[in-house]
């Protein structure tokens, strides 16, 4: 995975929300990236990030046909790919390395990060 296949923080939340929701579509992907983040995101956000993932070949997506509820809008439905679970595996485990360098909580008082062996 090159720099510029790399995930960003919003990223990481929106592939491990599709990885984890079964027929993942932007409504609990929005609302699942919500209640992990703490914060209230916006829909074009969650679409943003969902092209980029697309982009990079970490989703696919396929459209569901088009109702009357939703106007004759088709419904867009994502799956992660292999290679994004492999990028989603990659950030968990630079995630590990980060907390096994600064400890469980850093930012507790008291708290030193861990003396490099590099």
Same mark, same amino acid.
Not at 83 to 97: E, F, I, K, N, P
């Given at each position: 995975?090159?720099? @510029?296949?790399?995930?960003?923080?919003?990223?990481?939340?929106?592939?491990?929300?599709?990885?984890?929701?079964?027929?993942?579509?932007?409504?609990?992907?929005?609302?699942?990236?919500?209640?992990?983040? $703490?914060?209230?995101?916006?829909?074009? @956000?969650?679409?943003?990030?969902?092209?980029?993932?697309?982009?990079? $070949?970490?989703?696919? @997506?396929?459209?569901?046909?088009?109702?009357?509820?939703?106007?004759?809008?088709?419904?867009?439905?994502?799956?992660?790919?292999?290679?994004?679970?492999?990028?989603?595996?990659?950030?968990?485990?630079?995630? $590990?390395?980060?907390?096994?360098?600064?400890?469980?909580?850093?930012?507790? @008082? $008291?708290?030193?990060?861990?003396?490099?062996?590099?």
């Amino acid at each position: 995975m090159g720099k @510029s296949d790399s995930l960003g923080q919003f990223e990481q939340l929106v592939l491990a929300a599709v990885k984890k929701i079964e027929n993942a579509y932007a409504v609990p992907i929005e609302a699942m990236v919500e209640q992990v983040y $703490g914060k209230r995101v916006r829909f074009a @956000s969650v679409y943003t990030a969902l092209d980029r993932l697309e982009e990079k $070949g970490y989703v696919t @997506s396929r459209e569901a046909d088009p109702t009357p509820l939703r106007a004759h809008q088709p419904k867009r439905y994502y799956t992660i790919t292999p290679d994004g679970d492999g990028a989603l595996r990659d950030s968990y485990d630079t995630a $590990g390395r980060f907390r096994e360098l600064f400890g469980a909580n850093p930012w507790e @008082s $008291g708290t030193q990060p861990k003396k490099s062996t590099i």
